[in-house]
C-alpha cells in the first residue's frame, strides 16, 4: 500500500514539475574522475566514444548498452559519443536520474545534432519501474524545456529506434 502511495505520489509530481536553466555546468573532469569498477576485459574497445573503452551497465557480454555501442561506433551519422558517467544527473523528486548516453552527430546528416539517449531493454513502459518511469519523464521535461531545437532527449532500446525518433521529429 505504501508503495501505491509513493507511486502515486511521483506520478502527479511529474506532471506538474517545470525546471528552469541555472549557472551550474559541467566540465570535462565528470569523465575522468569517476574511476570504473570493471577491469577493462569487461570493456568495450570504441572507435567514437571520447574515451577508448566504454564500460556499460549490465553483467551480460552483450547487454543492451554494448550493443548501442557498437551501433554508434558503425554509424556514419555519428561523429562522436559518450557513455555518461553516474555523476551526470538531473535532480528530480523522485531522486536524481543519470541518463545513459551523450551523441553528437554529423552536421547535415540528421534533423538534431545532439542527442541524449537512455536505453532500455523494453520500451514497454510496464517493463520499467515507475520510480525509473517518473525520472525518465522529468528528464523530458527537462530537456524540452531548457534545450534548443537541435538538442533532444528520448528513451530507445536500439539505434535503429533512435533514428526512426528522430526521423518523427
Given at each position: 500500500?505504501?508503495?501505491?502511495?509513493k507511486?502515486?505520489?511521483?506520478?502527479?509530481?511529474?506532471?506538474?514539475?517545470?525546471?528552469?536553466?541555472?549557472?551550474?555546468?559541467?566540465?570535462?573532469?565528470i569523465?575522468?574522475?569517476?574511476?570504473?569498477?570493471q577491469?577493462?576485459?569487461?570493456?568495450?574497445?570504441?572507435?567514437?566514444?571520447?574515451?577508448?573503452?566504454?564500460?556499460?551497465?549490465?553483467?551480460?557480454s552483450?547487454?543492451?548498452?554494448?550493443?548501442?555501442?557498437?551501433?554508434?561506433?558503425?554509424a556514419?551519422?555519428?561523429?562522436?559519443?559518450?557513455?555518461?558517467?553516474?555523476?551526470?544527473?538531473?535532480?528530480?523528486?523522485?531522486?536524481?536520474?543519470?541518463?545513459?548516453?551523450?551523441?553528437?552527430?554529423?552536421?547535415?546528416?540528421?534533423?538534431?545534432?545532439?542527442?541524449?539517449?537512455?536505453?532500455?531493454?523494453?520500451?514497454?513502459?510496464?517493463?520499467?519501474?515507475?520510480?525509473?518511469?517518473?525520472?525518465?519523464?522529468?528528464?523530458?521535461?527537462?530537456?524540452?524545456?531548457?534545450?534548443?531545437?537541435?538538442?533532444?532527449?528520448?528513451d530507445?532500446?536500439?539505434?535503429?529506434?533512435?533514428?526512426?525518433?528522430?526521423?518523427?521529429?
Amino acid at each position: 500500500m505504501i508503495r501505491l502511495i509513493k507511486e502515486q505520489k511521483s506520478t502527479m509530481i511529474v506532471e506538474h514539475i517545470s525546471y528552469n536553466q541555472s549557472e551550474g555546468a559541467y566540465d570535462s573532469t565528470i569523465f575522468t574522475a569517476e574511476k570504473p569498477a570493471q577491469t577493462l576485459d569487461k570493456a568495450y574497445r570504441a572507435k567514437k566514444h571520447i574515451r577508448d573503452y566504454v564500460f556499460t551497465d549490465g553483467s551480460a557480454s552483450e547487454s543492451i548498452e554494448k550493443k548501442f555501442a557498437k551501433e554508434l561506433d558503425v554509424a556514419s551519422e555519428v561523429c562522436v559519443y559518450a557513455k555518461l558517467p553516474r555523476g551526470f544527473s538531473i535532480p528530480t523528486p523522485v531522486g536524481n536520474y543519470s541518463p545513459d548516453w551523450a551523441i553528437a552527430f554529423n552536421q547535415d546528416s540528421v534533423k538534431h545534432i545532439y542527442f541524449i539517449a537512455e536505453t532500455k531493454g523494453s520500451m514497454d513502459s510496464m517493463n520499467i519501474r515507475p520510480i525509473e518511469q517518473a525520472k525518465i519523464a522529468c528528464a523530458k521535461k527537462l530537456f524540452n524545456e531548457i534545450s534548443t531545437s537541435n538538442v533532444k532527449y528520448h528513451d530507445v532500446d536500439s539505434y535503429q529506434t533512435l533514428l526512426n525518433i528522430m526521423s518523427s521529429l
